[in-house]
T-cell receptor, first 112, second 115 residues
Framework: GNSVTQMEGPVTLSEEAFLTINCTYT??????LFWYVQYPGEGLQLLLK?????DKGSNKGFEATYRKETTSFHLEKGSVQVSDSAVYFC???????????FGTGTQLKVEL | DTGVSQDPRHKITKRGQNVTFRCDPI?????LYWYRQTLGQGPEFLTY????????KSRLLSDRFSAERPKGSFSTLEIQRTEQGDSAMYLC?????????????FGPGTRLTVL
């Protein structure tokens, strides 16, 4: 079956530090890959996506590249801000599965 | 606000009681999903609808759970004879289509606490 593995949190960084949150997946077929973000007290929001191998998704300074050879979709940001503090979820979608399969989430805390 | 809405936002109930949650998707969206999220975990799929047809149910959805989407608009999720293990956040999402890149838009969730 499909599964997503994320690095465990919490991840604590100083403002302007470089961020990497690792995500690897197992899937049948050719999944689409997503990063969702959940800010404190708010619902899940799509951060970025990639639908085929070697695609790069980007939004709000965050980037992730769909690497089929390593079955990975790591999230990166060059300079984090306090406002980036949230829980980040990696997820995949396959047409055959008709649903999103999520990782367990990684909490990011950014301090001044 | 034209996003996905859910009602109620919070529900506290006693074990053995029945509860019903409502989800109003974005108006033109054909697909509607229900997920459950427990503390420290990612959302887990429960079921989904294509218009009014319920097309898939997870093994997580025991026979105490039932979901409907009459007329392909809003959806309800009912849990009968609640158990403490049902305590979770219940999330609803909708999408315009079923393609690989179609974004699922999530509602704020209904937090259920079973005492």
């Amino acid at each position: 079956g499909n599964s997503v593995t994320q690095m465990e949190g919490p991840v604590t960084l100083s403002e302007e530090a470089f961020l990497t949150i690792n995500c690897t997946y197992t899937a049948t077929g050719y999944p689409s890959l997503f990063w969702y973000v959940q800010y404190p007290g708010e619902g899940l929001q799509l951060l970025l996506k990639a639908t085929k191998a070697d695609d790069k998704g980007s939004n709000k300074g965050f980037e992730a590249t769909y690497r089929k050879e390593t079955t990975s979709f790591h999230l990166e940001k060059g300079s984090v801000q306090v406002s980036d503090s949230a829980v980040y979820f990696c997820a995949l979608f396959t047409g055959g599965g008709n649903k999103l399969t999520f990782g367990t989430g990684t909490q990011l805390k950014v301090e001044l | 606000d034209t996003g996905v809405s859910q009602d109620p936002r919070h529900k506290i109930t006693k074990r053995g009681q029945n509860v019903t949650f409502r989800c109003d998707p974005i108006s033109e969206h054909n697909r509607l999903y229900w997920y459950r999220q427990t503390l420290g975990q990612g959302p887990e799929f429960l079921t989904y609808f294509q218009n009014e047809a319920q097309l898939e149910k997870s093994r997580l959805l025991s026979d105490r759970f039932s979901a409907e989407r009459p007329k392909g608009s809003f959806s309800t999720l009912e849990i009968q004879r609640t158990e403490q293990g049902d305590s979770a956040m219940y999330l609803c999402a909708s999408s315009l289509g079923s393609g690989p890149g179609d974004e699922q838009f999530f509602g704020p969730g209904t937090r259920l606490t079973v005492l």
